[in-house]
């Protein structure tokens, strides 16, 4: 799984969108603490709660048009 909706910003509203789709950056220390590591609207990935978010399933074909498009903007 390599993106997550964001269900809440409290705390975090000029790094996080609610219901804005993140691209997930693998962390398995993080995931061991509750959190899940996220590349935020500042462009760095960051860990948060790892309940702030919901973690979606999506097509391949969605999946890897969604990763060409991050790949372009980071280019």
Request: glycine share 6%.
């Amino acid at each position: 799984m390599k993106f997550a909706l964001c269900l809440e910003n409290e705390g975090y509203r000029a790094s996080l969108e609610k219901g804005k789709l993140y691209r997930i950056v693998p962390d398995s220390s993080a995931k061991a603490h509750g959190y899940i590591r996220v590349i935020d609207e500042s462009g760095e990935d960051y860990a948060f709660q790892a309940n702030r978010f919901h973690l979606v399933e999506l097509p391949a074909a969605i999946e890897d048009a969604l990763m060409s498009a991050f790949s372009e903007n980071e280019s």
